[in-house]
């Protein structure tokens, strides 16, 4: 190992699926996640299928974030502007901090890929007691255009200048 060179940190990863319509056999973008997440060496804590309801979801997520093993929470689906779609509504009132750059970032980098369809995503990322939170487009292109741009970097320790792996320990500083 060089002076400079930092082990890999595998974290444990819950996925969470919004859809009113998707099933365990039709899921292709929680599919995508957990092939990418447990590629890259990280943990594949849980993964489930919610309907596109704010407290299912938010239920979801808050007994995810109660538990200490819990590193990260990445959620697919319900990010866009119909009537049903309410995960970020959802999600946001459980973190202690949104991580602003995130949803810029993503926006930024999916403006490549399929223009000012871009504007209709409202994915979004956090903290909330000490776990990152992630809240992606359900389409499986999104989800592989956040995980491979954006995502697996930060949750990888060996990421120079800095990563969001790093400050785990620090997240719960008061």
């Not at 990322?125 to 487009?137: E, H, I, K, Q, R």
Request: aromatic share 6%.
């Amino acid at each position: 190992m060089t002076e400079n060179a930092r082990p890999f940190k595998p974290l444990n990863i819950a996925v969470l699926i919004v859809s009113d319509s998707r099933t365990e056999k039709t899921d292709k973008s929680g599919k995508l996640l957990v092939e990418r997440l447990t590629a890259a060496g990280h943990r594949l804590h849980e993964k489930t299928i919610v309907p596109d309801d704010i407290y299912q979801i938010r239920a979801a997520v808050s007994a995810w974030l109660a538990k200490a093993e819990v590193d990260v929470v990445i959620s697919t689906g319900g990010t866009g502007v119909t009537g049903r779609d309410g995960t970020p509504e959802a999600v946001s009132v459980l973190l202690d901090k949104e991580i602003d750059g995130f949803g810029e970032m993503f926006r930024t980098v999916s403006y490549e890929d399929i223009g000012t369809s871009s504007l209709q995503s409202r994915a979004v990322a956090g903290v909330a007691n000490g776990t990152y939170v992630f809240v992606l487009p359900g389409s499986a292109g999104a989800c592989a255009t956040a995980w491979d741009k954006i995502i697996s970097a930060q949750l990888d320790f060996r990421t120079r200048p800095c990563n969001l792996v790093e400050l785990i320990p620090r997240l719960k500083e008061t």
